[in-house]
């Protein structure tokens, strides 16, 4: 089978994670180009790696003609980008947020669609080792019944009023859509689907949008979640715990083991070890992986819609101060 020939679109933090994560499979694929509008950014990363840089992402696409892309742009070009991938049928794999909209997200999903053309969302957790392992030890009833799902993403954000981050044109929102598309991925994989949600948020630095949010969300089989986050926290903090009515999990990004589980009449934790690449890496290759069979990837266009609806649920809870069904 020939290799995968890939293209970044989007040069930045995450462009970098994308190359560094395509680097690791050279049997599977080889990186053709890198576009970003600062050519300087493309040059640099694809000198790096030895691809082509471009300025325009549809002139890349149309010399190079790769099989798969990634689109690792500020959100506002989510979209559009996947439309010129779709019309070339270019897998894409892009990053979350899906775009600043449910219903740009419906139609960035639409457009790949009807192409027959491969999309995945990088809601790059599903990948995470130890939230894999929560999946398995939920799946085999370890914990029994799960009844409530905590996660905080806190950290101090550097980047907030000083780039498109902080910018609703751009992004779509703030931390919401930012950060917290993460949190309902998770929960979502590891409680079901969201039925409702009640969510505020607030505000502390000098931004036009949020910097904080809580989001409490009830799935469909009942299973309760407090999903939290902020860019204001200067002590990082990232962390899933799952509770179930026989026993309870912990996910703690700041460790570098797996899963730590502790069951009914047990007095000590189990620690997992965290085996494997990290998760940036193990997406890459499932989404090569997907390409290379024509496949149906695990995070697919279903997967940023149902996100999404939960985003625009939050938002729509938290301008009215009370709670939201999804639409
Ligand atoms: N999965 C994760 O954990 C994760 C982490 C960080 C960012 N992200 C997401 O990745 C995306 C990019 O974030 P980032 O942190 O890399 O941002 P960034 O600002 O570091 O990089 C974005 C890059 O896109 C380039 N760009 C802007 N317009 C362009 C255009 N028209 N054509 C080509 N390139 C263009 C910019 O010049 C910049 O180099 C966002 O959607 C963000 O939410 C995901």
């Not at 439309?83 to 909209?101: G, N, Y």
């Not at 980047?159 to 902080?166: D, I, L, N, Q, Y």
């Not at 460790?255 to 620690?271: I, K, M, N």
Request: a negative charge; aromatic letters at 8%.
């Amino acid at each position: 089978m020939s290799r995968i020939r890939v293209g970044v679109v989007g040069a930045g933090g995450i462009g970098g994670a994308h190359l560094r994560a395509y680097a690791a499979w050279p049997d599977l694929c080889e990186i053709v180009a890198v576009a970003d509008v600062h050519l300087p950014a493309a040059q640099e990363r694809a000198a790096q790696f030895g691809a082509r840089a471009f300025q325009e992402y549809t002139q890349m696409m149309d010399e190079t003609q790769p099989d798969a892309i990634s689109i690792c742009t500020p959100p506002n070009l989510h979209l559009p980008i996947a439309q010129a991938a779709a019309t070339r049928k270019i897998a894409v794999l892009c990053e979350k947020p899906p775009s600043r909209t449910l219903a740009e997200t419906e139609s960035l999903v639409t457009a790949l669609e009807q192409q027959h053309t491969i999309l995945q969302f990088a809601f790059c957790h599903r990948f995470h080792r130890p939230v894999i392992q929560a999946q398995e030890l939920i799946g085999a009833g370890q914990l029994g019944k799960v009844v409530q799902i905590y996660n905080r993403f806190g950290f101090r954000f550097a980047r907030a009023g000083h780039s498109w981050f902080t910018d609703s044109e751009v992004a779509g929102g703030g931390i919401l859509i930012d950060t917290l598309v993460h949190s309902v991925d998770i929960f979502r994989t590891l409680a079901g689907e969201v039925a409702h949600v009640s969510a505020s948020i607030s505000t502390t630095l000098p931004i036009q949008v949020e910097d904080s949010a809580m989001l409490l969300a009830t799935s469909v089989e009942g299973v309760l979640g407090a999903l939290t986050c902020s860019w204001v926290t200067p002590v990082s903090e990232a962390e899933v715990r799952i509770y179930g009515t026989e026993g309870e999990a912990v996910i703690d990004y700041g460790q570098p083991d797996g899963l730590r589980y502790q069951l009914s009449g047990e007095s000590a934790w189990t620690q997992l070890p965290f085996d494997g690449p990290d998760r940036f890496v193990c997406q890459a290759e499932h989404f090569l992986q997907t390409v290379a069979v024509g496949g149906t990837p695990a995070v697919g266009g279903q997967d940023g819609i149902a996100v999404m609806k939960v985003i625009d649920a939050a938002y729509r809870s938290a301008g009215e101060a009370q709670p939201a069904r999804l639409r």
